[in-house]
């Protein structure tokens, strides 16, 4: 009986190569747009009122157009994310996590580590920022890399599943061999395209250092997609890779033949599905 190979999960993500912008830009145009997607918030305006006080949250929440709201999320919060108080600023790190970010904590404690864990940011610095990613490299990066969106949306992006999936579905559109790291999804469908991806990163990769690309080269490519004029600024350009995770994640799926991870969308569903 064959031995059946053993497929090597993510490997590691310490070697910083950035991608080149040639090939950032071959993919960007196959992107497309993330107009009319919906960004959901928080029905409980309470929440978010406690930390930047009422009068700016009912404003907040009164914007209609989803995909300004979102971006006015990121200004509300910035200030309580770099307060002194570090209970406001807590507060601000569990909003934007557990609240928005629709992450549930995993176990006890689970809040107070990523408190400790974002502590080490201090004031967003880009030298404690760089430390901070090269120590903790994957470790919960759908949470902190949220924080670090919020805290300066000008700089940095959000990396979760969703991300993820619409940059290894463009990669493998031009058949660029390296990927990015694929953190958990709660999508079943979609942890299975990411197994398939492992194994054939496994496959090119075999007999060679297996290194996949994490939060350093993913702001690299967003600000290529700024400097090259593929998006006017970071935030939005993670905006519009977010916003096509689910019709990329549905692309693959189809190309490699397996079960379509959003097949709401196939229906013209764009309703937030995380």
């Not at 700089?155 to 990015?180: C, H, P, Q, T, W």
């Amino acid at each position: 009986m064959k031995k059946k190979r053993q497929v090597r999960k993510n490997g590691s993500v310490h070697i910083y190569r950035p991608i080149d912008a040639d090939v950032v830009a071959k993919i960007w145009p196959l992107l497309g747009t993330y107009q009319h997607q919906d960004w959901e918030v928080p029905v409980d305006r309470q929440l978010l009122a406690s930390i930047v006080g009422k009068a700016e949250a009912d404003a907040f929440y009164d914007i209609e157009d989803s995909q300004l709201q979102n971006i006015q999320l990121r200004t509300l919060l910035r200030e309580p994310l770099h307060s002194k108080d570090v209970k406001r600023r807590n507060a601000a790190i569990k909003w934007v996590v557990y609240d928005w970010g629709n992450i549930p904590p995993k176990a006890d404690g689970d809040e107070d580590r990523l408190f400790k864990m974002c502590a080490e940011f201090k004031d967003y610095g880009d030298e404690d920022v760089k430390q901070f990613v090269v120590k903790h490299k994957i470790d919960r990066i759908a949470s902190w890399s949220k924080v670090l969106a919020f805290a300066d949306s000008d700089k940095y992006g959000i990396f979760d599943a969703r991300v993820a999936m619409s940059l290894n579905a463009l990669l493998d559109e031009v058949n660029f061999k390296r990927k990015f790291f694929m953190p958990p999804s709660i999508s079943k469908p979609l942890n299975e395209i990411f197994g398939t991806i492992r194994e054939q990163v496994n496959a090119d990769f075999e007999g060679k250092k297996l290194s996949y690309m994490g939060y350093r080269e993913y702001t690299s490519l967003l600000n290529s997609a700024v400097e090259q004029g593929f998006a006017p600024n970071v935030l939005q350009a993670e905006m519009q890779l977010f916003a096509q995770g689910r019709k990329l994640g549905n692309q693959y799926a189809r190309k490699h033949k397996m079960t379509l991870p959003y097949p709401e969308e196939e229906q013209g569903n764009l309703q937030f599905a995380s």
